[in-house]
């Protein structure tokens, strides 16, 4: 593995004080953690049962930690890492950012690398299809706001849906659409908008009412007929698309009810905490043509899938080689009305996210003051300076022909080593959309049947995983592979190479009739 000290370890990204360890003894920062630290999304009481991996440096796809040890980054650092740890483009580009200031206000001022950015984010959110295609380009993405996670991007989409929904067709409160096993983010808001039930049951009585309507999930589909495969259960599934009949239902059924639809939310191409679940090809432009034409807006959550995570497409949109979709939508010549984008947009370096809209709902917001149309929402570290700065470094590395080769590479390598996974009889389904890949385990693949969540089988892999370098993390039974793109095609068989040994001391094949 190559761990280039060079890029990593300067002295000013160390701690200053050398660190001593006794034997046996659990680290210093290791003690402080568990005496201070609450993780999210961790039960706290396993954590306190072994001793936490504490990361020092980075470089590239290898993380360090504290003893010395090294791991490859197989999550991103739960999906935001684009170009590899310590990259010396982004790392330049916020010194160079630094010598001139951290931050000032958006509120009042605007500044340099925001103001660079919102218009790079604009141009490579714009859909630019082939003249034949026939896709409609009007309504493109015209404006930015700035915020700071991928949940308050899309507490902004879902705000200025709904503000416009109320004034343009005034009367009953509007609703929002969602799709089942939908994430959106942890503020009130955009939990309100999901639909994952561990993680959503709690917050109800707090929540606002939002309709549901199911997500494509071929593995799981109750439409599906197809007998399992030892492939991807979207290549062999046998259905009449019921998945978007049911949307088209669901509109139909709010329309006569008089429910206005603000919006229908959806985390296009692939839900990531729903399990890395892909939608078929061709699910994303119907469901689209639908909601749109009729008259309901699209709010495309691209927090996981934005900045070319969802790699080379596939079918007939055929974009030329060296210039692959940087978001999900375009794969599917779909243009949304809202797109939030979050985690990579930094390249996964610094907290920073944007909603982007159209001039029309722009203009819903003008007025004279004394009219209060004001979009009364706004964040302190909105177009903060260096993670502007550090969006611009990654723009330029993801346009640039060295970085498109490699994500080529990555989804190849990708594809080749999982194909070895089959072999496992608790390999249930393989599902690679890019550069993200899930391995869902079952008990038995031939009936699909899951393990239970509460036997931890996912957090005992990843376990076993990280005893032989490689880090990432589970959804329940669904194993997440999704690294940095500069990972090699070396790297990419160590990580699921690690995979396939986690699984068989997990699961050894003599388990499978228990
Ligand atoms: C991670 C994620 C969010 C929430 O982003 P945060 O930065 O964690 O607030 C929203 N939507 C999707 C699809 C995500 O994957």
């Known amino acids: 593995m190559a761990y280039d000290p060079k890029h990593a370890g300067k002295k000013e990204t160390t701690t200053a004080k050398p660190l001593r360890i006794a034997k046996g003894e659990l680290h210093r920062l290791a003690q402080l953690d568990r005496r201070y630290v609450w993780h999210p999304f961790t039960q706290m009481r396993d954590w306190l049962k072994s001793e936490p991996v504490v990361i020092v440096e980075g470089c590239g796809s290898v993380l360090k930690d504290v003893h010395g040890k090294e791991y490859l980054d197989a999550n991103a650092s739960i999906w935001t890492n684009l170009h590899g740890h310590n990259n010396p483009r982004i790392n330049g580009a916020i010194r160079r950012q630094l010598g001139k200031i951290a931050h000032s206000s958006a509120l009042g001022f605007a500044n340099e690398p925001a103001s660079i950015l919102a218009e790079r984010l604009t141009k490579a959110a714009r859909l630019t299809p082939k003249p034949h295609s026939g896709i409609r380009c009007a309504n493109q993405l015209a404006k930015v706001f700035f915020s700071d996670d991928g949940s308050t991007a899309m507490e902004v989409a879902l705000k200025l849906a709904f503000e416009v929904s109320r004034r343009t067709s005034p009367g009953k409160r509007p609703r929002f659409l969602s799709l089942s096993g939908g994430y959106h983010g942890d503020t009130v808001g955009a939990v309100s908008l999901g639909k994952i039930d561990l993680f959503h049951k709690a917050y109800r009585a707090l929540l606002f009412r939002t309709e549901t309507v199911m997500a494509p999930h071929c593995y799981r589909c109750p439409f599906n007929r197809a007998h399992p495969e030892r492939a991807d259960a979207r290549e062999y599934r046998k259905c009449n698309w019921e998945c978007v009949d ?219 995983m990280a005893r032989r370098g490689v880090l990432t993390r589970p959804i329940g039974n669904v194993i997440v592979i999704m690294p940095p793109y500069c990972t090699t095609p070396a790297q990419t068989r160590r990580i699921v190479g690690a995979l396939e040994e986690g699984l068989a001391e997990v699961l050894p094949l003599s388990s499978k009739r228990i």
């Open 246 to 464: 049911e949307v088209e239902q669901k509109l139909a059924q709010m329309k006569s009810r008089e429910i206005r639809c603000a919006g229908m939310v959806i985390e296009p191409l692939v839900q990531g905490a729903a399990g890395l679940v892909p939608q078929p090809h061709g699910w994303l432009r119907r469901v689209s043509q639908i909601v749109q034409s009729a008259g309901v807006p699209l709010i495309a959550d691209e927090v996981m899938t934005g900045f070319g995570r969802t790699g080379f497409p596939i079918g007939p949109l055929s974009f030329p080689k060296d210039s692959p979709p940087l978001f999900a939508c375009h794969h599917e010549g779909v243009q949304p009305e809202f797109m939030a984008v979050a985690k990579g947009m930094t390249g996964g370096y610094l907290p920073m996210a944007a909603t982007l809209t159209t001039q029309r709902v722009f203009d819903a917001f003008l007025g004279d003051y004394s009219e209060f149309k004001t979009f009364f929402h706004g964040h302190s570290f909105a177009g903060n300076q260096l993670g502007s700065a550090a969006a611009l470094a990654s723009l330029d590395i993801l346009e640039s022909r060295n970085s498109i080769q490699r994500r080529a590479r990555l989804q190849n390598a990708l594809k080749s080593e999982l194909h070895a996974l089959w072999k496992s009889p608790f390999v249930g389904d393989i599902r690679q959309v890019g550069l993200i890949a899930g391995i869902e385990l079952v008990k038995n693949w031939e009936t699909r049947e899951p393990f239970k969540l509460a036997d931890r089988i996912g957090i005992r892999v990843c376990e076993a």
